[in-house]
């Protein structure tokens, strides 16, 4: 059983950059980890994901360019780098875990099989 623990979300003004964090037990070596966020009153988005072996990667085309996920093996730690934000990244930020890799699509639509309990960041002009 995974657990994932997810920190780092805060107020900021528009332009600036965030990093987000979301610890693992006991481990994410070998697992495709993602981030998802949702905003209020709408339903919850794919945001970016890296494979197993940290090669390669997918964005929502709404942060590409932007955003990069990473991971730190060592401490079971998975991290997302948001700049240029812009006030509609305002949301809840949801680490995932999943077993398989997929298309930028399936990694959208499919299941993941653990979550975090997220964080808030907030953007404002």
């Known amino acids: 059983q995974e657990q994932l623990v997810e920190s780092g979300g805060r107020l900021v003004q528009a332009g600036g950059s965030l990093r987000l964090s979301c610890a693992a037990s006991?481990?994410?070596?070998?697992?495709?980890t993602g981030w998802f966020r949702q905003a209020p009153g709408k339903e919850r988005e794919f945001v970016a994901a890296?494979?197993?072996?940290?090669?390669?990667?997918h964005y929502a085309d709404s942060v590409k360019g932007r955003f990069t996920i990473s991971r730190d093996n060592a401490k079971n730690t998975v991290y997302l780098q948001m700049n240029s934000l812009k006030p509609e990244d305002t949301a809840g930020y949801y680490c995932?875990?999943?077993?398989?890799?997929?298309?930028?699509?399936?990694?959208?639509?499919?299941?993941?099989?653990?979550w975090g309990q997220g964080t808030q960041a907030t953007v404002v002009s």
């Open positions: 006991p481990t994410i070596s070998r697992y495709v």
């Open positions: 995932a875990v999943r077993f398989t890799w997929a298309t930028k699509e399936a990694l959208a639509t499919s299941a993941w099989q653990f």
């Open positions: 890296l494979s197993g072996d940290g090669l390669t990667t």
